[in-house]
């Protein structure tokens, strides 16, 4: 039988065992990676509270970041916002000149500027930002009137954005301008419907960690509604809470504190009955803004924090205050818990700005490493 | 419950009649029968009552099931079911106040009269009836004549007007005034008082009806309201007039009053009826039948929206686009759009935000209602805001808690600018939301595609002095044209996949040429799968139109030209624009389970079914 096997023969059967074994080496690969789960992350909490900045920030960790053409696309949002902060403050004036005169009028020759900008504001296509319009925008943001409207922004609905944008409404008003990074994630959109994307976050050594899919939401009581449609197969819920917004109201319910409809959210999510088993990760958000507010808000304004006793003053009421909040949230998970299912569940919280891009770089880090051991354990248990 | 109370009754009393069957012979069995129930008439009016409330009873199991329909809706649904229940226990206290059974136990409480006469004929029987009209009434003047939204819910108004009727059967209730607990007989003023609380609140509906006379309303509201009063004071009068005259003839008039019971409960039955219905048959038939006679046609008769009920006029119609849609003007211009409308909501409820499309919409044929009609102004006005901007409604779209308040407050329903912010708003978050996304989505390939291939269509046409082809063949993707020239043939059908758009949003516009004056497509910059459509572009919307005029050999009706769309298969993928489902909770359909579909496609996306 040897002499049938010309060595022809003899180098195809090699040729053909090779290429068998090539095969079989690529199914392995593609079993392995197919083992992979995509994990399903949902960023949810009341509207304002950071869900989207943080949706953004993954765009500039673990994705391609926001290119130029990107940025330019925000310069319409970031005019809009700008217009937006002004006219709201203006909108304030009015509402707050009916008890207190004086203190709230425009000064003489700002007055007009009001008019016009209150006018602008109302329009759904807003004029391009000009130097002349920057010009006027600062002239009333300088005004004392308004600086004392600013003072008393927790009763208006102003984004978290206005200082931000007024403060430096000249450099907005460039022909040329283009967002930057800090300008793109301030710029203020509602959320509305859905939003998905994916992502890696790329770990230390540089390997490709885990696929993510995350998703936005919005936050208002009528968008509330459809996030029934995500909550399958969820691995972590990143719940957003904004610490700086215990003296303030709802955008959709002007009656309703935001800091009381976080809690009940908050609440409401823990007890749904599909994240038994889904690890909640809460961002205690606005750090940045909580630390300015501390000082001159007292935290026990919410009903929540009645019983908070403020120790000292300056950075160590800071802190001090947040433990508080930190011990509240988590009082509330343990009262929405059932004891069994603690040990199911993990939960974690974060001190996050959600502006800090590194800062939110090491959050991740961190929750990505809560998420691999949570798997891991999971798979061992199973 | 009842029936079966009812029928053990019956069969109790069954052998008090006597053997010679009628009640007009010896005096002593009609005393029997006068007495203790049991006649054959009584049989007669227990089987009425019976089929008539189980007919209401069905009535409103199929207003339930058809409350979206917009002219079922506007007879406001929960009233009528209020209005029913109230019906059936009406009628059932007509008959157990009459003395048509013979009561097994003497002190029963559920047989008692007082619970009967005074509690459920009066304020839970009539009394609800009644209030129910005197509730849409009420409705309807703050609607239509008031132009506000009412101060309170027709379904809380109904309890307060109860209240009063409430309070004077508890002062009866006090004095106790019947002889015996269980013979419904009292001292004549009693059946006076009870029977001036029924004309009152019958006043008070002649009154509130009379409010609204000088309105038309488009679903017939107020022919049914005068019908139900009509109705009820003729009833009211007969029974004033049979009681008189049971009283006079109190002596001897035995069969006068087992006559006289009878017809009350005959007439009970037929008021009830009427007032049922009077305002619901059209409506009904009409939605029950629709799947019978629409098999032809398709859906879209049947689950019509408000608009059309109301003949916006084009509302629901898909007319052919015009001919031209530049891409770069703003949304709320490419909105106005219906192929764009069509293809742009998808894409949005693909995101489950499709309610500020649907609201916008409907604000636009809001629109398109002449300042002229103001009924109907003020209908669609009404129908919006419990759609769209009450809290908690089915398609709440997302606004300031200060815009809702400025709606719902407001003193004219009819005023042009009600929507006029919200409007705006909700074109402003469809901008920054999904418009860019919206670009590069499938949804807007495939209605650039199907665009071209309509004009390629047209085009091949053009080039064949083809004119009387009718509809179906050119709109029927599948079909070649037969043409000599391979090339053509070839260009026909290759659809080249575009490449992915310009990320800027798209620029198939000549915006970088600058001075493109003309609203179409400008074809000097345009990329390259554009180009064969060119020709044909400006001719595209003259043959659409002699298409359409040709296709039956006379002018087309609407109605006609709409079914014949419907039949072919339109063109554009999506249907025809079915009302919105919205958001409700407990949404069988998973989000996520939709995405994965869409991702399965995408060999680097990995999924398995989500299971934990």
């Known amino acids: 039988m040897g002499c049938i096997f010309s060595r022809e023969a003899a180098e195809q059967g090699d040729i053909r065992d090779t290429i068998q074994a090539r095969e079989i080496d690529k199914r392995i690969a593609q079993q392995s990676t197919a083992e992979k789960k995509v994990q399903k992350l949902l960023l949810l909490g009341a509207g304002e509270s950071g869900k989207s900045t943080i949706f953004k920030q993954i765009k500039v960790l673990f994705q391609t970041g926001f290119d130029d053409s990107e940025k330019k696309n925000y310069t319409g949002v970031v005019h809009a916002n700008a217009y937006q902060s002004i006219k709201i403050l203006l909108d304030g004036l009015q509402e707050f000149s009916e008890s207190e005169q004086e203190k709230y009028t425009l000064l003489p020759e700002n007055k007009a500027i009001g008019e016009k900008l209150t006018e602008i504001g109302n329009r759904t296509q807003q004029p391009p930002l000009t130097e002349e319009l920057a010009q006027q925008i600062e002239a009333l943001w300088k005004d004392p009137a308004i600086q004392a409207s600013y003072l008393r922004a927790n009763e208006l609905q102003l984004p978290d954005c206005a200082s931000h944008f007024l403060n430096d409404i000249h450099r907005l008003a460039q022909p040329d301008y283009v967002p930057s990074k800090e300008d793109v994630l301030y710029a203020r959109v509602r959320t509305m419907g859905i939003v998905e994307t994916e992502f890696s976050p790329v770990g230390e050594t540089k390997k490709r960690g885990e696929l993510y899919r995350l998703f936005d939401v919005g936050g208002q009581r009528n968008e509330r509604r459809k996030w029934i449609h995500l909550f399958d197969g969820v691995t972590a819920v990143i719940f957003c809470a904004a610490l700086s917004e215990y003296d303030q109201t709802l955008f959709e319910d002007e009656s309703s504190n935001r800091m009381i409809e976080t809690k009940e959210l908050f609440e409401w999510v823990l007890k749904e009955p599909t994240f038994e088993k889904t690890s909640f990760l809460l961002f205690l958000n606005k750090f940045d803004l909580f630390e300015q507010k501390i000082n001159k808000v007292p935290l026990n304004t919410c009903e929540w924090f009645k019983d908070y006793k403020p120790l000292t003053s300056g950075q160590a009421e800071v802190e001090n205050a947040y433990g508080y909040v930190k011990t509240k949230f988590e009082e509330l998970y343990n009262e929405s818990t059932p004891p069994d299912q603690r040990l199911d569940r993990v939960f974690k919280v974060y001190k996050t700005t959600a502006l800090d891009e590194n800062l939110i770089k090491r959050t991740f880090r961190l929750v990505d490493e809560v998420l691999v051991r949570q798997r891991l354990m999971d798979a061992k248990m199973l | ?612």
């Open chain 2, 1 to 612: 419950m009842a029936m079966a109370n009812r029928l053990r009754l019956l069969l109790q009393a069954a052998p008090v009649l006597s053997p010679s069957g009628s009640f007009s012979s010896s005096s002593s069995s009609s005393t029997a029968c006068y007495k203790e129930g049991g006649c054959i008439s009584d049989y007669v009016a227990v089987a009425l009552t019976a089929l008539v409330s189980l007919m209401i009873f069905g009535g409103s199991v199929l207003l339930v099931l058809g409350r979206t329909v917009p002219e079922i809706k506007a007879k406001q649904v929960p009233l009528l079911l209020i209005q029913s229940i109230g019906s059936i226990v009406w009628l059932t206290s007509l008959l157990m106040t009459r003395n048509m059974f013979k009561l097994s136990h003497r002190n029963s409480f559920l047989e008692s009269c007082y619970l009967w006469q005074l509690w459920l004929e009066g304020p839970f029987g009539f009394g609800l009836l009644i209030s129910c009209h005197i509730a849409r009434a009420f409705r309807l003047y703050y609607v239509f004549v008031g132009r506000r939204l009412p101060p309170i819910r027709s379904t809380f108004l109904v309890p307060l007007l109860l209240v009063l009727w409430i309070l004077l059967s508890t002062a009866l209730q006090a004095v106790q005034p019947f002889r015996s607990i269980n013979e419904c007989s009292a001292r004549w003023y009693i059946w006076v008082v009870i029977g001036s609380m029924h004309l009152f609140y019958a006043l008070v509906l002649i009154l509130c009806t009379w409010a609204i006379r000088n309105i038309r309303f488009e679903f017939n509201e107020f022919t049914e309201l005068v019908t139900g009063v009509s109705i009820c004071l003729i009833f009211l009068v007969l029974w004033i007039i049979m009681n008189i005259v049971k009283q006079l003839a109190a002596g001897g008039g035995r069969l006068l009053g087992v006559v006289a019971r009878f017809v009350l409960v005959f007439l009970g039955n037929v008021i009830v009826s009427c007032l049922f219905w009077i305002p619901v048959t059209r409506p009904l038939l009409g939605h029950m039948l629709h799947p019978v006679l629409g098999a032809g046609r398709s859906n879209l008769n049947y689950d019509h929206s408000m608009g059309e009920a109301l003949g916006v006029p084009n509302s629901g119609l898909l007319v052919p686009p015009a001919a031209h849609i530049s891409l770069d003007e703003p949304l709320e211009s490419l909105l106005q759009h219906k192929r764009f409308r069509l293809s742009f909501l998808s894409f949005a409820e693909s995101r489950i935000a499709g309610e500020t499309v649907h609201f916008w919409d409907e604000v636009r044929e809001l629109s398109k209602l002449s300042l002229t009609q103001q009924d109907r102004r003020v209908y669609m006005a009404d129908h919006i805001i419990q759609k769209y901007i009450v809290t908690g409604s089915q398609c709440e779209i997302n606004i300031s808690a200060q815009m809702r308040l400025e709606i719902l407050s407001t003193n004219d329903l009819a005023d042009p600018n009600l929507f006029k912010r919200a409007a705006e708003e909700a074109v402003h978050m469809m901008q920054t939301n999904l418009l860019k996304e919206y670009w590069q989505s499938s949804y807007f390939q495939e209605l650039k595609n199907q665009i071209e291939i309509d004009m390629e269509y047209s085009a091949q046409l053009e080039r064949m002095n083809i004119r009387d082809i009718p509809l179906r063949v050119i709109r029927n993707r599948d079909y070649e044209l037969p043409t000599d020239n391979p090339f053509e043939r070839s260009q026909a059908s290759s659809v080249p996949s575009s490449g992915p758009l310009d990320p800027q949003g798209v620029n198939l516009g000549s915006r970088a040429n600058g001075n493109s004056t003309s609203k179409s497509l400008d074809f000097k910059n345009i990329p390259p799968w554009e180009s064969k459509a060119h020709e044909s572009q400006s001719a595209y919307g003259n043959h659409l139109s002699k298409i359409r005029v040709n296709m039956d050999g006379s002018a087309s009706s609407q109605s006609r030209h709409l079914s014949n769309r419907n039949r072919l298969g339109y063109l554009i993928s999506q249907r025809s624009p079915s009302p919105p489902h919205c958001i409700t909770p407990g949404l069988d359909s998973s989000y996520s389970d939709n995405e994965n579909n869409n991702k399965a496609k995408d060999p680097n996306i990995i999924t398995r079914p989500a299971s934990r």
